[in-house]
């Protein structure tokens, strides 16, 4: 049995704002190691529960935040970019029976410890076939399509309510209660690594790969934060204005959705000014 773990870092334990997860500054170096503890409990999790291997793949920032050297030695990491499907890279290789998403976060425009979906502003809100989409929501729709159920999320209580609308069956565990954007009342790490280690052993059973996901065509709607982005995501072919501060598009399948995301985001990324967004 093969579990592949994506592993964010704004949902881990003690983080609560942006120098907490920005690669450089001395407060990630800190909280670096209590995202390893969370990674590392879910391993030991899943290996308590029957798992024979585990693959992390690094899907913060610039994927390359855990510290390997501080790793549980019977997994392996896969780190930095860029991966063909980013976030849940690994799962389209057919030998992956369960996916964990630890350290992952609320969407865009919604309540929850560092909330965005890809972009850390910039994006107000993502949308597939009218469901507002959290980064959990679109990897869940695109894991679906190889078969791979998702048998673990942790985050802050408010992703562990999302990820009721995606993986309900999935054990959930709160690191972190929310009280704003960046506050939050925070359990410590001792105890978090106890309650993922309990957590992922009990997702292991769920870790059975179905029938692959036959839906769409999936129409995505994104909406930004200032109206001259649109013009930048409509350079993405197939890509469309859909109100003044939103553009759409249409994919046959959840791959070709997420694939299209990522273009629209890296470019959006680039017409972004400093100052004035």
């Not at 290996?47 to 690094?58: I, P, S």
């Not at 290789?93 to 992952?104: E, L, M, P, Q």
């Amino acid at each position: 049995m093969k579990i592949l773990i994506s592993a964010d870092m704004e949902g881990a334990t003690g983080v609560t704002w942006p120098a907490d997860v920005l690669p450089g500054k001395p407060q990630w170096e800190r909280c670096r190691h209590m995202f390893t503890s969370d990674v590392n409990a879910a391993i030991a999790g899943f290996f308590d529960g029957g798992a024979d291997e585990v693959l992390v793949n690094e899907a913060h920032w610039s994927m390359r935040n855990l510290l390997l050297e501080k790793l549980d030695e019977r997994a392996q990491m896969l780190t930095g970019r860029h991966k063909s499907l980013s976030m849940v890279e690994g799962v389209q290789h057919g030998d992956v029976d369960g996916i964990a998403f630890v350290g992952y976060h609320t969407g865009a425009g919604t309540e929850g410890v560092l909330a965005h979906t890809y972009l850390a502003n910039t994006l107000t809100g993502v949308w597939v076939d009218g469901t507002r989409a959290s980064e959990g929501y679109l990897n869940s729709l695109v894991v679906a399509e190889y078969g791979v159920p998702v048998v673990l999320v942790t985050g802050d209580d408010r992703t562990c309510q999302d990820a009721q609308g995606y993986a309900p069956e999935a054990p959930a565990v709160a690191v972190k209660d929310y009280v704003s954007r960046y506050a939050a009342v925070c359990r410590p790490p001792t105890r978090t690594a106890a309650d993922i280690r309990a957590a992922a052993a009990m997702g292991t059973a769920l870790a059975v790969r179905h029938e692959a996901a036959r839906r769409g065509p999936f129409h995505v709607e994104l909406e930004f934060d200032a109206q001259h982005l649109v013009g930048a995501a409509t350079c993405v072919p197939g890509v469309e204005r859909s109100a003044e501060r939103r553009v759409a598009y249409t994919s046959r399948n959840m791959y070709e959705a997420i694939r299209c995301f990522k273009a629209v985001t890296t470019v959006v990324s680039s017409a972004v000014e400093e100052e004035y967004g």
